[in-house]
C-alpha cells in the first residue's frame, strides 16, 4: 500500500512559522507532481500550493503565495511546506497529496493519493 504522511502541524501565534513534511512509502511519488490542500472547520478542502516533479516549478493559492514555500527532496520521497507569517484563517488541517501527472494542477482531482491531515492552529 502506498502511504503518504504528513507531521510538522502544531499551534502557533499569529506571525509564526511551522514547517509541514509530507513523507511518501514509496519512489514512485518521485515522478509526479505533488501538492497540499487544507480544510478549515466548516468549509471545503482547498488547493494551497503544489510542486512539479522535478521540484522546479510552484503554484500557490493567493492567499498564501507571499507566505508559504513548496518544496521537494526527489531523492528522499519528501516534500515540505514551510509556512511563514502564520494567521488565523490559515488553521485548518493540512493534506499532502500525490498528483497522476507530472506538471502541477490545482484541481483536486488530479491528485489521487492522499495522507491523513496534520492539524495546524493559528492564534490571534
Known amino acids: 500500500q502506498v502511504q503518504l504522511v504528513e507531521s510538522g502541524g502544531g499551534s502557533v501565534q499569529a506571525g509564526g512559522s511551522l514547517r509541514l513534511s509530507c513523507t511518501a512509502s514509496?519512489?514512485?511519488?518521485?515522478?509526479?507532481?505533488m501538492g497540499w490542500f487544507r480544510q478549515a472547520p466548516g468549509k471545503e478542502r482547498e488547493f494551497v500550493a503544489a510542486i512539479s516533479w522535478s521540484g522546479l516549478s510552484q503554484n500557490y493559492s493567493d492567499s498564501v503565495k507571499d507566505r508559504f514555500t513548496v518544496s521537494r527532496d526527489r531523492n528522499k520521497n519528501l516534500m515540505y511546506l514551510q509556512m511563514t507569517d502564520l494567521k488565523p484563517e490559515d488553521t485548518a488541517v493540512y493534506y499532502c497529496a500525490a498528483s497522476r501527472d507530472s506538471v502541477i494542477s490545482t484541481r483536486e482531482s488530479r491528485f489521487v493519493s492522499w495522507g491523513q491531515g496534520t492539524q495546524v492552529t493559528v492564534s490571534s
Open positions: 514509496t519512489a514512485r511519488f518521485s515522478n509526479f507532481a
